[in-house]
Structures are given as C-alpha cells and as structure tokens.
Nanobody, 116 residues
Framework: VQLQASGGGLVQPGESLRLSCAASGSIDRFNVMSWHRQPPGKQRELVAL???????NYADSVKGRFTISRDNAKNTVSLQMNGLKPEDAAVYYCYAYDLLTRAGYWGQGTQVTVSS
C-alpha cells in the first residue's frame, strides 16, 4: 500500500488548510490511521489518530483546532487544520497501521508553512 499526502502549503496565522492522504488500496484493514509532523530540527510527533471505529485522539497542542477524519469508501484520511499557528509549521506525514499484520506504512510528507 502506498500513501500519498497532499494539501500542504503556505498560509498566514489563523488560516486553515486541509491535508489529505490517499491510499493506493483499501484502508479498511488499517486499525489506526494518523497524522504526524516533524518541525525543522525536531523529532516527528503524533498530531492526531483515528481508529477503524472512528475514535479519535489529538495532541494537546492541536485539540480544538484540528480534526481528523477517514473515508473508507474513498480510501482517504484527512486532517482539517483551523487556526493555524507558526508553531504548526512542519512536514506532515500520514501513517497507517495494520494490527493483523503489524505492518505500518508512511506517506511521503507534505510541507505546511505558517508565516505572516
């Protein structure tokens, strides 16, 4: 399975972006799908995850501003990011985990820049 992330770009503080991650195959088998980010010079961190049942979890820093969703019919997982802050700037990666095979898959990353 290949994951293709898109939707990154340059925005001003307070604006919104929607990231999408399209899978080359069915995402039904992925128990967890998530978004991670890696700011310049820092470690990659979990931003949000969603289970196959639709349960979600968010990093404290994005709670109330970001929303993760998955569309199994379209084999996509999205991240709606509102109220963006300069500290949200990073390369964002999508990730999918198959509990049955214990295999994880990373997307290629999409750059988000927040600057006035």
């Amino acid at each position: 399975v290949q994951l293709q992330a898109s939707g990154g770009g340059l925005v001003q503080p307070g604006e919104s972006l929607r990231l999408s991650c399209a899978a080359s195959g069915s995402i039904d088998r992925f128990n967890v799908m998530s978004w991670h980010r890696q700011p310049p010079g820092k470690q990659r961190e979990l931003v949000a995850l969603i289970s196959s049942r639709g349960n979600t979890n968010y990093a404290d820093s994005v709670k109330g501003r970001f929303t993760i969703s998955r569309d199994n019919a379209k084999n996509t997982v999205s991240l709606q990011m509102n109220g963006l802050k300069p500290e949200d700037a990073a390369v964002y990666y999508c990730y999918a985990y198959d509990l049955l095979t214990r295999a994880g898959y990373w997307g290629q990353g999409t750059q988000v820049t927040v600057s006035s």
